[in-house]
Nanobody, 121 residues
Framework: QVQLVESGGGLVQAGGSLRLSCAASGSIFTINAMDWYRQAPGKQRELVAHITSGGSTNYADSVKGRFTISRDNAKNTMYLQMNGLKPEDTAVYYC???????????????WGQGTQVTVSA
């Protein structure tokens, strides 16, 4: 069993910053790709940022230049540094990880419970 726990969300004024964390624990052999998604009220969940096990990254156009995804493989933890926040960034942010588990060495996709980010105008 693998658990992902997000933290770092909160309320911030437009132009401010937040840093989200996603810590993975459990029967982990290795973690491949990791992603941050977000879902605003009434909208579909969208991919915000992606990072491979080697550290290559991709971003949604809406956050390029403002958000930075990173990971610490030794700690099985991923981060999202969010700068220049805008009201339209308001959403529940979820982490996703492709985890190779120890018992079977199969890769499974796991989700965190989500953390609320609210940006006031």
């Amino acid at each position: 069993q693998v658990q992902l726990v997000e933290s770092g969300g909160g309320l911030v004024q437009a132009g401010g910053s937040l840093r989200l964390s996603c810590a993975a624990s459990g029967s982990i052999f290795t973690i491949n790709a990791m992603d941050w998604y977000r879902q605003a009220p009434g909208k579909q969940r969208e991919l915000v940022a992606h990072i491979t096990s080697g550290g290559s990254t991709n971003y949604a156009d809406s956050v390029k230049g403002r958000f930075t995804i990173s990971r610490d493989n030794a700690k099985n933890t991923m981060y999202l540094q969010m700068n220049g926040l805008k009201p339209e960034d308001t959403a529940v942010y979820y982490c996703n990880a492709k985890v190779v588990v120890t018992r079977t060495y199969y890769e499974y996709s796991y989700w965190g419970q989500g953390t609320q980010v609210t940006v006031s105008a």
